[in-house]
């Protein structure tokens, strides 16, 4: 497989040689994208006040996060997600979300706005679409996020629920690796952060696992982001009111039922993930697909072999080995692009020092 995925800048993504489009498949390129978000988001008076971006070796899949200044909320802002490909292992989706203002985690929630789109047919211009949309109901998405974000805060989880929550999330669901398995239990023991809420919350359970998830490769890390969310709905919150803001392609069933048509089970969408994977020649672990464990603090939880049969496309271009200039644990300028040491000082709006001063 190729390196770990890692931090980079707008500048690599936009550089990245684009594929080759067909009758059958249609590019929906980084630069698309990136223009359209910062567009809209212009327009209708967001302003972002960081962006992140990764991406795999020669950026054949990308992903970005812009935390916008909006609201009041002592816990959590609003942020707008993307994942992108070039070389056919997953189609492009998108997502209005939360951040936490005390670790910067992300939160991506199952009942928000999120879209995803294969790469045929006119899905550049539906891309374009599709983000407008979502944006324009970011308001109401982030609402329900903060009402249930309150409702996580007032929630006890006993050791033993926790437990039995977190087994199915890794042992039935398979929605965490043993790394993030090992964050969460080092989260528990040693937080790295201050959260708001009653002891043992819901919410605190949340956001070690939020931390766990940063860990997620660019391909995964929003489905798992959002069925994580949509499996403590289920487990905690089916009873307390939640509005659900309905996502797009509502039809009815001949017994005159709404069904939301992207609103796929839970099952559905892991089977639709694993099915979505390849980028390798061969059956791989799912520990290796979602991020291979890079520590083995979780000895005594030993995963089920699960192996995902990878079907090989011929026209799929090989990772190539050329370094790529970004820093696991850097940042980027949003001014000048250039990455910055961990250490480095960190000024208003993202700016590195010589920036800042300039300004």
Not at 130 to 140: F, M, R, S
Not at 321 to 347: F, H, K, L, R, Y
């Amino acid at each position: 497989m190729g390196k770990r995925p890692k931090t980079t800048t707008q500048e690599y993504l936009t550089s990245a040689p684009l594929p080759e489009q067909t009758e059958t498949y249609t590019v929906i390129s980084h630069q698309t994208v990136i223009d359209a978000t910062k567009k809209t988001l212009n327009a209708m008076g967001f302003e972002i006040e960081r962006e992140f971006y990764r991406c795999n070796e020669g950026a054949q899949i990308a992903s970005a996060v812009y935390h916008l200044k909006y609201g009041d909320d002592p816990d959590i802002g609003m942020l707008f997600a993307w994942a992108n490909s070039y070389d056919k292992s997953m189609r492009f989706k998108c997502s209005v979300g939360g951040y936490v203002h005390e670790s910067l985690v992300s939160i991506i929630a199952g009942n928000m706005g999120s879209w995803g789109r294969k790469h045929t047919g006119d899905a550049d211009d539906e891309t374009v679409t599709t983000i407008d949309t979502q944006l324009i109901n970011a308001e109401e998405y982030f609402k329900v996020l903060m009402k249930e974000k309150d409702t996580m805060k007032n929630i006890f989880v006993s050791d033993s629920k926790r437990a039995e929550v977190l087994g199915k999330m890794y042992f039935e669901h398979e929605l965490l690796t043993t790394e993030q398995m090992s964050v969460i239990k080092q989260e528990f023991n040693k937080p790295s952060h201050i959260v708001s809420g009653i002891e043992n919350s819901l919410w605190k359970m949340y956001h070690a696992i939020l931390v766990a998830l940063q860990k997620a490769h660019p391909k995964t890390w929003m489905d798992q982001q959002r069925l994580v969310h949509e499996l403590l709905q289920k487990e905690f919150l089916q009873n307390v009111g939640m509005p659900v803001i309905p996502v797009q392609n509502s039809v009815v069933t001949e017994n005159k039922q709404e069904v939301i048509a992207n609103q796929l089970d839970l099952e559905d969408v892991i089977k639709e993930i694993e099915a979505e994977v390849n980028t390798v020649s061969d059956s791989v672990l799912i520990d290796e697909i979602l991020g291979k464990p890079e520590s083995n603090d979780f000895e005594d939880l030993t995963p089920t072999d699960v192996t995902v049969e990878i079907k090989v496309e011929e026209d799929l271009a090989p990772w190539n080995d050329e370094a790529i200039t970004v820093d696991d644990s850097g940042w980027p300028c949003v001014q000048c692009g250039q990455m910055q040491d961990i250490t480095s000082v960190w000024n208003d709006g993202q700016l590195c020092s010589s920036c800042f001063n300039n300004n």
